[in-house]
T-cell receptor, first 111, second 113 residues
Framework: DAGVTQSPTHLIKTRGQQVTLRCSPKSGHDTVSWYQQALGQGPQFIFQYYEEEERQRGNFPDRFSGHQFPNYSSELNVNALLLGDSALYLC??????????FGEGSWLTVV | DQQVKQNSPSLSVQEGRISILNCDYTNSMFDYFLWYKKYPAEGPTFLISISSIKDKNEDGRFTVFLNKSAKHLSLHIVPSQPGDSAVYFCAASRSGNTGKLIFGQGTTLQVKP
């Protein structure tokens, strides 16, 4: 039973560029959430997708957007990258509000 | 506004002894609390949770205590093992909304052999 899988694991982007991160939820899960974890901090909630719609959003600007596909997989897009966007981006999945499980994350470095 | 706080950045204990990790929260609407463990280069792994209707939940070597009046919870690990060395995150959520977790800053636990 595959857990939550994310790609890519590491990437480097230049300021102003755009990035897309991908996530496949744990088998049987229908809800995907995205978190940003800066160095030395706990994960911060970005948004949550359920039934292909954004259901909740944290305190992140509109440069952060997402999508959920019919197979429940999800993408996180960040436009106009800033140096401060450098972080570990974590995808988490759950089944209708039950305990969430995290992937290993995608390390984004903006230079 | 840090709604969930872990005031100890690090903790060091001897193998076999008890590890106690603490967490405080400010939002009285939180009613479900979780602990996650994170090793380097891995995502957080769910450890144990507790609902606000309980004051204690136990799973093997791990016990979580909740003091609602003090808005405080703690994770006890007995006995501590070197493999427990990791960063521990406390997280809180509102009922039925476990997809949106509010995390503390984490506590790095080192268990010395």
């Amino acid at each position: 039973d595959a857990g939550v899988t994310q790609s890519p694991t590491h990437l480097i982007k230049t300021r102003g560029q755009q990035v897309t991160l991908r996530c496949s939820p744990k088998s049987g899960h229908d809800t995907v959430s995205w978190y940003q974890q800066a160095l030395g901090q706990g994960p911060q909630f970005i948004f949550q997708y359920y039934e292909e719609e954004e259901r909740q959003r944290g305190n992140f600007p509109d440069r952060f957007s997402g999508h959920q596909f019919p197979n429940y997989s999800s993408e996180l897009n960040v436009n106009a990258l800033l140096l401060g966007d450098s972080a570990l981006y974590l995808c988490a999945s759950s089944l209708q509000g039950n305990t969430i499980y995290f992937g290993e994350g995608s390390w984004l470095t903006v230079v | 506004d840090q709604q969930v706080k872990q005031n100890s950045p690090s903790l060091s204990v001897q193998e076999g002894r008890i590890s106690i990790l603490n967490c405080d929260y400010t939002n009285s609407m939180f009613d479900y609390f979780l602990w996650y463990k994170k090793y380097p280069a891995e995502g957080p792994t769910f450890l144990i949770s507790i609902s606000s209707i309980k004051d204690k939940n136990e799973d093997g070597r791990f016990t979580v205590f909740l003091n609602k009046s003090a808005k405080h919870l703690s994770l006890h690990i007995v006995p501590s093992q070197p493999g427990d060395s990791a960063v521990y995150f406390c997280a809180a959520s509102r009922s039925g909304n476990t997809g949106k977790l509010i995390f503390g800053q984490g506590t790095t636990l080192q268990v010395k052999p």
